[in-house]
């Protein structure tokens, strides 16, 4: 699985999460921590992005991928999110 957002310059930034952190924390924790505050992101299977790199500045969001997974947080590490979404609870 992969984290897409789209930073403000309209590029597409890919996260590929390491193995290590995905087995310790979910990927809605680990999107959160590193796509930038207020930024939305979709997580994505490895397929659903372009097999061609030569064009990829162009890239763009699917419209099939509708409403976004999540957004980025403000916090910087992994305990600050995980409590933050515990204190909303």
Avoid: C
Avoid at 22 to 46: F, N, R, S
Avoid at 66 to 80: A, I, K, L, Q
Wanted: aromatic share 12%.
């Amino acid at each position: 699985m992969l984290v897409v957002f789209k930073k403000g310059n309209n590029s597409i930034s890919i996260i590929r999460p390491v193995k290590k952190y995905v087995e310790e924390y979910t990927l809605d924790v680990l999107a959160k921590k590193d796509t930038p505050p207020g930024l939305p992101y979709w997580i994505i299977t490895e397929d659903e992005i372009p097999d061609d790199r030569i064009f990829r500045s162009a890239w763009e969001i699917p419209d099939e991928w509708s409403e976004p997974d999540g957004y980025g947080s403000e916090f910087h590490t992994f305990e600050e999110i995980i409590n933050a979404e515990n204190q909303s609870e």
